[in-house]
C-alpha cells in the first residue's frame, strides 16, 4: 500500500526489525505495481508465529570516538563584537561538533491462540543531540574589498593608492575628478562593512555573528508497529496492522550558508491502519483486499518567523524562509483487489486500486517577504572599478563587480518580492488504477511475462487531468543452456507517475482563478516598476530598513509577517486580490494540457554462475523520463541576441530583455511589460539515464561472502526543479538546458562482504578456537564520481526579471564538477550464546573509518564576469579546498568524517 507523501518523498513507515523481507524494482516491474516513474519498493511485515520470539537492541555512537567536521568553527566576531577594519583580520578556531546517538527498539512476536491467531509488536526509537556547521563568519576578511582572482577590488585599489604623482582620476560615477589616492581611501570605505560607517552595516555584521558556527541538530524519532494475524479458515486467513510513527528534527537545513534564523523545526506525526483478507478459491484460484486507512501531520516551523528574507548568494541565506510556516495534515484512504488465476502454462493476475487522497495545507508562501542582492557592475560605484584603464591603471588589472554582500551594504537588493492574502489550501484527489497481467511458461526455460496498467490521477479544477496512461509492461527470463547457470532478462515498461501536489497549491494560490488570486504576490526589481522607475527594490528596502521593518523579528499579533501591505502604501502599492492584476504581479499558472509524468524504461540483463556459489552478471539500464514538470515563464518574447568575447577568445550569444531597445519599446521583448512574471508550470521537461551494470557475487560458503557492484552511467536533463527559482536562463528556448543531470554519477562502485570466523567453540574445542569463534567481519567499500553542478552569475543579466537563475556569460548547465565520494565503514561482531534459544551479539562499527573529507556543497556564485577574467579557459570546473567557504568555488561543506557506533543485540 502507499506510503509516499504529497512530494514523492516517504513517510514514517516501520522500524527495521519489524520488516520480514523488502524487494526494490528498479525496472521492468510488473503491471501490478504502479504510481511510480522510478522504482517500486515492496515492504512485507513480520508476524507473529507458534513460537515466541523477538529481539532486543541497542546503538550508540559519541564524539569522543568521531573526528570533527572540517567546517565546524567558531566565529571570527562573537555576537556583540565590534569589527574594526583598522585592526588586523580576525579569524575563528577549530571546533569539535558534538554528537550523543542512541538507537535502540526492540520487537515481540507470540501466538494468541496456537495455529490460528498472532501477533508481533515493534518498537523502535532515535535520539541524537549534535550539531551543524554553518561557516558564515569564519574570517573578517569577508567585510574588506574582495581580493580573490574572481573579482580583484584589492588590486584596483592598491594600483589606485601607487599611482606615480597622485594624477586625478574619474573616482565617482558622475562626480568631478579625485586624485588616485583619495579615490582609493573612499573605495576602501564604501567597499567594507564598517559598523560605524551606517546602521545597515552595522546590522549586517551582528546577523553574520549571530547566524553562523555550530547549531543544534537534535533528532528525535519513534517508529512503534502491531500485527495481528488470524487463520480464519482452510481458505481464509486475516491481518491488521497498525504503525505510528513521531519525528522530530530541530535545525535540519541549518548547514553550509544557511544561517540560523533560514532554520526550521520539523515534526511529523503518522498514523496507519491496515486490513487485508486472504481467500483462496481452490489450488489455482485466489484473491486478496486490502485496505488501508493514514493520517498524517507535517510541520514546518520556522526558527524566526515573518522576518524578511536576506539572500546573499556566495554569502550567506538569513531571515525566515519564504515558504514558511507550512503546516500540511495529509488523510489517505485505499483499497486494494487482486485476483490471481492459474491456467495451464498462464498465471494470469488482475486487479483494482483506488486511493483517495485529502490534503489540508497552510503555507505562507512569500509571506515573509525575501531581497535578493547579487553581484553589480562596478561602474554603477566608480568607472575605476569597471574600466581599471580609465584610471591609469595597466592592462593587467582586471574590473571588478560590487559583489553581493557589498550590494548588502549599499541596500541594492536585485529584487523585492512577498505575498500576501489566505495561505490555506484544501483538496481530494482520487487515483484510481487497473491492471491486468500474464505470466507465460512458454517452455521450461523461458517466461514471458505482459501486461497493462491504467491509472487516472484526478486533479483539482485548476490542474488538467491525463486521462490516458495507459502502462504496457513485458519482460521475459531465458535460461539459453537449459543448465540452471545462465540466465538472460530483458524488459520495457511505461511507468506514469502521480502529480506533485505543489503544482496545484501554487496554481490555487498563486494564480489567478475566476478572477481572484488567493494570494497576491508582487516582485520589485532594482530596475524600477515598469513605467514607473523611481519604484525600486532599493527604495523598499531602504525605506523600510530605515524604518526597523527589516531587522524585526517578530510580527505584531495578527500580522503573518513583519512588512505588512500598510507598510507598501508609502510606495503606492496596494494589495488587491481581485483581476486586473496591479502591476509588479508575478503569477503562476499551469499549461492547459498539463499531463502526468512518464518513463519508458528498458533493462537486459545476462547472470552466469561461473562455480558453485559464484555468479557474475552484466546488464544495462535505460530510463527515458518525459513531461517532467518545469516552471516557464511565458512573458519573455525573443528578442534579438546581444554577443561577448570571453577571455579565451570565443564568442558567445544570448537574448538580452535589459537592452536599450527593450527599454524603449517593452511590449516588443514582454507579451506585459506591467506583469513581473508569469510563470506556467508546463509538463515540457525531460530526462535521459542510461546505465551499465557488472556485479560479481559469492554466496556465503566457505566462511565468506562477498559482493562488487560496478555501475557506468550517464544521466541527462534539462530542468533541476520545478520551483520557479531554477527556471530556464532562456526562458524561449528550454532546449538550451538540456545538460548532464545534477544526480549524474559516472562512475559507482561497491564492494561489501562477510567473513565469519572458520573456528567452532563448543565443550570440545580448545580455549584458542572458543575465544577465536563467533566473529564476523563486514568490510564495505563505496565509491562515486562527483555531481554536476551549476556556476551562477549572482544577478539577472540578460534582463528577462530573473536573478536566481542566470548563469557568467555563456556557461552551461551543470558545467561544474562536485568532488569524488569514497568511503569505507566495517563491521565487527562477536556473538555468544545465551542457553538453547537466544543469541547475544555484540558489535562495533565504523563509518569513515579512514577519516577522509568527503565535500558535500560548493559555492557556486562565481559572479557574471567569471568568463571574462583573464586566464580563463573553461566553464568545466571543480570546487577547492584551498579557498574560504565564501569565495568562488570554496567548499561549503563536508560528509560526515569518521564515527564509531557500538552495539548490542539479542534475539530469541
Same mark, same amino acid.
Given at each position: 500500500?502507499?506510503?509516499?507523501?504529497?512530494?514523492?518523498?516517504?513517510?514514517?513507515?516501520?522500524?527495521?526489525?519489524?520488516?520480514?523481507?523488502?524487494?526494490?524494482?528498479?525496472?521492468?516491474?510488473?503491471?501490478?505495481?504502479?504510481?511510480?516513474?522510478?522504482?517500486?519498493i515492496?515492504?512485507?511485515?513480520?508476524?507473529?508465529?507458534?513460537?515466541?520470539?523477538?529481539s532486543?537492541?541497542?546503538?550508540?555512537?559519541?564524539?569522543?570516538?568521531?573526528a570533527r567536521?572540517?567546517?565546524?568553527?567558531?566565529q571570527a566576531?562573537?555576537?556583540?563584537?565590534?569589527?574594526?577594519?583598522?585592526?588586523?583580520?580576525?579569524?575563528g578556531?577549530? +571546533?569539535k561538533?558534538?554528537?550523543?546517538?542512541?538507537q535502540?527498539?526492540?520487537?515481540?512476536?507470540?501466538?494468541?491462540?496456537k495455529?490460528?491467531?498472532?501477533?508481533?509488536?515493534a518498537?523502535e526509537?532515535?535520539?541524537?543531540?549534535?550539531?551543524?556547521?554553518?561557516?558564515?563568519?569564519?574570517?573578517?576578511?569577508?567585510?574588506?574589498?574582495q581580493?580573490?582572482?574572481?573579482?580583484?577590488q584589492?588590486?584596483?585599489?592598491?594600483?589606485?593608492?601607487?599611482?606615480a604623482?597622485?594624477?586625478?582620476v574619474?573616482?565617482m560615477?558622475?562626480?568631478?575628478?579625485?586624485?588616485?589616492?583619495?579615490c582609493?581611501?573612499?573605495?576602501?570605505?564604501?567597499?567594507?562593512?564598517?559598523?560605524?560607517?551606517?546602521p545597515?552595516?552595522?546590522?549586517?555584521?551582528n546577523?553574520?555573528?549571530?547566524?553562523?558556527?555550530v547549531?543544534?541538530?537534535?533528532?528525535? /524519532?519513534?517508529?512503534?508497529s502491531?500485527?495481528?494475524?488470524?487463520?480464519v479458515?482452510?481458505?481464509?486467513?486475516?491481518?491488521?496492522r497498525?504503525?505510528?510513527?513521531?519525528?522530530?528534527?530541530?535545525?535540519?537545513?541549518?548547514?553550509?550558508?544557511?544561517?540560523?534564523?533560514?532554520?526550521?523545526?520539523?515534526?511529523?506525526?503518522?498514523?496507519?491502519l491496515?486490513g487485508?483478507?486472504?481467500h483462496?478459491?481452490?489450488?489455482?484460484a485466489?484473491?486478496?483486499i486490502r485496505?488501508?486507512?493514514?493520517?498524517?501531520?507535517?510541520? $514546518?516551523?520556522?526558527?524566526?518567523?515573518?522576518?524578511?528574507?536576506?539572500?546573499?548568494p556566495g554569502?550567506?541565506?538569513?531571515?525566515?524562509?519564504i515558504?514558511?510556516?507550512?503546516?500540511?495534515?495529509?488523510?489517505?484512504?485505499?483499497?486494494?483487489?487482486?485476483?490471481?488465476?492459474?491456467?495451464?502454462?498462464?498465471?494470469?493476475?488482475?486487479?483494482?486500486?483506488?486511493?483517495?487522497?485529502?490534503n489540508h495545507?497552510?503555507?505562507?508562501?512569500?509571506?515573509?517577504?525575501?531581497?535578493?542582492?547579487g553581484?553589480?557592475?562596478?561602474?554603477?560605484?566608480?568607472?575605476?572599478?569597471? +574600466?581599471p584603464?580609465?584610471?591609469?591603471?595597466?592592462?593587467?588589472?582586471t574590473?571588478?563587480?560590487?559583489?553581493?554582500?557589498?550590494?548588502?551594504?549599499?541596500?541594492?537588493?536585485?529584487f523585492?518580492?512577498?505575498?500576501?492574502g489566505?495561505?490555506?489550501?484544501?483538496?481530494?484527489?482520487?487515483l484510481?488504477?487497473a491492471?491486468?497481467?500474464d505470466?507465460?511458461?512458454?517452455?521450461?526455460?523461458?517466461t514471458?511475462?505482459?501486461?497493462?496498467?491504467y491509472?487516472?490521477?484526478?486533479?483539482?479544477?485548476?490542474?488538467?487531468?491525463?486521462?490516458?496512461n495507459?502502462?504496457?509492461? $513485458?519482460?521475459?527470463?531465458?535460461?539459453?543452456f537449459?543448465d540452471?547457470?545462465?540466465?538472460?532478462?530483458?524488459?520495457?515498461g511505461?511507468?506514469?507517475?502521480?502529480?506533485?501536489?505543489?503544482?496545484?497549491?501554487?496554481?490555487?494560490?498563486?494564480?489567478?482563478?475566476i478572477?481572484f488570486?488567493?494570494?497576491?504576490?508582487?516582485?520589485?526589481?532594482?530596475?524600477?516598476?515598469?513605467?514607473?522607475?523611481?519604484?525600486?527594490?532599493?527604495?523598499?528596502?531602504?525605506t523600510?530598513?530605515?524604518?526597523g521593518?527589516?531587522?524585526?523579528?517578530?510580527?505584531?499579533?495578527g500580522?503573518?509577517?513583519?512588512?505588512?501591505p500598510?507598510d507598501?502604501?508609502?510606495?503606492?502599492?496596494?494589495?488587491?486580490?481581485?483581476?486586473?492584476?496591479?502591476?509588479? /504581479?508575478?503569477?503562476?499558472?499551469?499549461?492547459?494540457?498539463?499531463q502526468?509524468?512518464?518513463?519508458?524504461?528498458?533493462?537486459?540483463g545476462?547472470?552466469?554462475?561461473?562455480?558453485h556459489?559464484?555468479?557474475?552478471s552484466?546488464?544495462?539500464v535505460? $530510463?527515458?523520463?518525459?513531461?517532467?514538470?518545469v516552471?516557464i515563464?511565458?512573458?519573455?518574447?525573443?528578442?534579438?541576441?546581444?554577443?561577448?568575447?570571453?577571455?579565451?577568445?570565443?564568442?558567445?550569444?544570448?537574448?538580452?530583455?535589459?537592452?536599450?531597445?527593450?527599454n524603449?519599446?517593452p511590449?516588443?521583448?514582454?507579451?506585459?511589460?506591467?506583469?513581473?512574471?508569469?510563470?506556467?508550470?508546463?509538463?515540457a521537461?525531460?530526462?535521459?539515464?542510461?546505465?551499465?551494470?557488472?556485479?560479481v557475487?559469492?554466496?556465503?560458503?566457505?566462511?565468506?561472502?562477498l559482493?562488487?557492484?560496478?555501475?557506468?552511467?550517464?544521466?541527462?536533463?534539462?530542468?533541476?526543479?520545478?520551483?520557479?527559482?531554477?527556471?530556464?536562463v532562456d526562458?524561449?528556448?528550454?532546449?538550451?538546458e538540456r545538460?548532464?543531470s545534477?544526480?549524474?554519477?559516472?562512475?559507482?562502485?561497491?564492494?561489501?562482504?562477510?567473513l565469519?570466523?572458520?573456528?567452532k567453540?563448543?565443550?570440545?574445542?580448545?580455549?584458542?578456537?572458543?575465544?577465536?569463534?563467533?566473529?564476523?567481519?563486514?568490510?564495505?567499500?563505496?565509491?562515486?564520481?562527483?555531481?554536476?553542478? /551549476?556556476?551562477?552569475?549572482?544577478?539577472?543579466?540578460?534582463?528577462?526579471?530573473?536573478?536566481?537563475?542566470?548563469?557568467?556569460?555563456?556557461?552551461?548547465?551543470?558545467?561544474?564538477?562536485?568532488p569524488?565520494?569514497?568511503?569505507f565503514?566495517?563491521?565487527?561482531?562477536?556473538?555468544?550464546h545465551?542457553?538453547?534459544?537466544?543469541?547475544?551479539?555484540?558489535?562495533?562499527?565504523?563509518?569513515?573509518?579512514?577519516?577522509?573529507t568527503?565535500?558535500?556543497?560548493?559555492?557556486?556564485v562565481?559572479?557574471?564576469?567569471?568568463g571574462?577574467?583573464?586566464?580563463?579557459?573553461?566553464y568545466?570546473?571543480?570546487?577547492?579546498?584551498?579557498?574560504?567557504?565564501?569565495?568562488?568555488?570554496?567548499?561549503?561543506?563536508?560528509?560526515?568524517?569518521?564515527?564509531?557506533?557500538?552495539?548490542?543485540?539479542?534475539?530469541?
Open positions: 500500500m502507499e506510503a509516499n507523501d504529497d512530494s514523492g518523498g516517504v513517510r514514517l513507515t516501520l522500524s527495521q526489525d519489524a520488516v520480514q523481507e523488502f524487494q526494490i524494482n528498479r525496472s521492468n516491474y510488473s503491471a501490478e505495481q504502479g504510481s511510480a516513474s522510478g522504482a517500486s515492496n515492504i512485507v511485515s513480520k508476524s507473529g508465529s507458534n513460537q515466541v520470539h523477538g532486543g537492541y541497542g546503538f550508540f555512537r559519541n564524539d569522543a570516538l568521531d567536521d572540517p567546517f565546524a568553527y567558531s566576531l562573537q555576537p556583540g563584537d565590534v569589527f574594526n577594519p583598522a585592526l588586523p583580520d580576525s579569524q578556531q577549530p +571546533v561538533n558534538t554528537l550523543s546517538r542512541q535502540f527498539g526492540g520487537t515481540l512476536g507470540l501466538p494468541i491462540k495455529d490460528k491467531t498472532f501477533l508481533f509488536i518498537f526509537g532515535l535520539r541524537q543531540d549534535a550539531q551543524n556547521a554553518v561557516p558564515l563568519l569564519t574570517n573578517t576578511s569577508i567585510f574588506r574589498p581580493s580573490d582572482a574572481t573579482n580583484n584589492a588590486a584596483i585599489i592598491s594600483g589606485l593608492a601607487g599611482l604623482g597622485n594624477p586625478p574619474p573616482c560615477t558622475g562626480q568631478p575628478a579625485l586624485p588616485a589616492a583619495t582609493a581611501a573612499i573605495l576602501t570605505n564604501i567597499l567594507t562593512l564598517n559598523p560605524v560607517s551606517s545597515l552595516n552595522a546590522y549586517l555584521v546577523q553574520f555573528e549571530n547566524n553562523g558556527g547549531f543544534p541538530y537534535d533528532t528525535r /524519532t519513534y517508529l512503534a502491531g500485527r495481528l494475524d488470524h487463520q479458515g482452510n481458505n481464509d486467513q486475516v491481518h491488521f497498525y504503525s505510528f510513527g513521531h519525528g522530530r528534527e530541530e535545525n535540519p537545513d541549518v548547514q553550509s550558508l544557511t544561517g540560523f534564523s533560514r532554520g526550521s523545526l520539523l515534526r511529523s506525526y503518522d498514523h496507519t491496515q487485508a483478507w486472504f483462496q478459491f481452490s489450488t489455482k485466489q484473491n486478496e485496505l488501508q486507512g493514514s493520517y498524517s501531520e507535517v510541520n $514546518v516551523i520556522p526558527n524566526v518567523t515573518g522576518q524578511a528574507g536576506l539572500d546573499i554569502y550567506a541565506n538569513l531571515g525566515t524562509n515558504f514558511l510556516p507550512s503546516l500540511t495534515i495529509m488523510r489517505r484512504m485505499e483499497f486494494a483487489d487482486n485476483f490471481t488465476k492459474i491456467r495451464g502454462h498462464h498465471t494470469v493476475k488482475m486487479g483494482l486500486y483506488a486511493l483517495e487522497r485529502g495545507t497552510e503555507s505562507d508562501t512569500f509571506f515573509p517577504g525575501r531581497f535578493v542582492f553581484s553589480l557592475p562596478g561602474g554603477i560605484l566608480s568607472p575605476c572599478l569597471q +574600466v584603464a580609465a584610471c591609469g591603471l595597466p592592462g593587467t588589472v574590473p571588478a563587480m560590487i559583489n553581493s554582500l557589498q550590494s548588502a551594504s549599499l541596500g541594492l537588493p536585485q523585492y518580492q512577498q505575498g500576501f489566505n495561505p490555506v489550501f484544501r483538496y481530494m484527489r482520487p484510481l488504477a491492471y491486468w497481467q505470466s507465460w511458461a512458454v517452455r521450461p526455460n523461458f514471458l511475462n505482459f501486461g497493462v496498467r491509472e487516472l490521477d484526478s486533479q483539482p479544477r485548476t490542474l488538467h487531468t491525463d486521462k490516458n495507459f502502462g504496457p509492461r $513485458v519482460s521475459f527470463a531465458w535460461d539459453p537449459k540452471h547457470k545462465s540466465v538472460v532478462r530483458g524488459g520495457y511505461v511507468f506514469f507517475a502521480p502529480t506533485y501536489w505543489q503544482i496545484a497549491d501554487v496554481v490555487q494560490t498563486l494564480g489567478t482563478v478572477g488570486r488567493q494570494i497576491d504576490n508582487l516582485l520589485v526589481p532594482l530596475t524600477g516598476e515598469p513605467g514607473n522607475p523611481a519604484l525600486t527594490s532599493a527604495a523598499i528596502f531602504q523600510l530598513f530605515a524604518q521593518k527589516v531587522q524585526c523579528t517578530a510580527p505584531a499579533p500580522d503573518a509577517a513583519c512588512i505588512t500598510a507598501l502604501t508609502q510606495f503606492g502599492i496596494t494589495v488587491s486580490h481581485t483581476n486586473p492584476p496591479p502591476p509588479l /504581479t508575478v503569477l503562476f499558472s499551469a499549461q492547459p494540457d498539463y502526468n509524468p512518464y518513463s519508458q524504461q528498458a533493462e537486459l545476462v547472470e552466469r554462475e561461473i562455480t556459489g559464484l555468479s557474475v552484466a546488464s544495462y535505460y $530510463v527515458h523520463s518525459l513531461r517532467l514538470p516552471a515563464d511565458t512573458n519573455p518574447l525573443p528578442v534579438p541576441t546581444a554577443s561577448k568575447v570571453l577571455a579565451n577568445g570565443s564568442t558567445v550569444s544570448y537574448q538580452n530583455w535589459g537592452s536599450a531597445a527593450c524603449a519599446i511590449t516588443n521583448c514582454f507579451v506585459n511589460p506591467l506583469i513581473l512574471q508569469n510563470n506556467v508550470y508546463s509538463s521537461a525531460m530526462a535521459l539515464y542510461q546505465g551499465g551494470l557488472v556485479e557475487k559469492k554466496r556465503f560458503s566457505d566462511y565468506f561472502t559482493l562488487l557492484n560496478y555501475t557506468y552511467s550517464k544521466a541527462l536533463d534539462n530542468s533541476t526543479d520545478f520551483n520557479s527559482d531554477y527556471s530556464p526562458q524561449t528556448n528550454l532546449a538550451a545538460s548532464l545534477s544526480f549524474n554519477e559516472r562512475h559507482k562502485l561497491v564492494f561489501a562482504g562477510v565469519e570466523s572458520p573456528w567453540g563448543g565443550s570440545g574445542a580448545g580455549a584458542g578456537q572458543r575465544i577465536l569463534s563467533g566473529f564476523q567481519l563486514s568490510p564495505i567499500f563505496r565509491y562515486n564520481s562527483g555531481h554536476p553542478f /551549476t556556476l551562477l552569475a549572482g544577478s539577472d543579466i540578460n534582463g528577462d526579471r530573473h536573478s536566481t537563475n542566470d548563469r557568467p556569460y555563456g556557461a552551461g548547465r551543470n558545467t561544474g564538477l562536485g569524488d565520494f569514497w568511503t565503514d566495517m563491521r565487527i561482531a562477536r556473538q555468544f545465551v542457553g538453547e534459544k537466544a543469541n547475544l551479539r555484540l558489535l562495533a562499527e565504523g563509518f569513515n573509518l579512514l577519516n577522509r568527503n565535500y558535500g556543497s560548493v559555492n557556486n562565481v559572479g557574471a564576469a567569471y571574462l577574467l583573464p586566464g580563463f579557459t573553461t568545466n570546473v571543480s570546487g577547492s579546498n584551498a579557498v574560504s567557504p565564501s569565495q568562488p568555488l570554496g567548499f561549503t561543506s563536508a560528509l560526515p568524517k569518521r564515527e564509531i557506533q557500538i552495539g548490542v543485540r539479542l534475539d530469541f
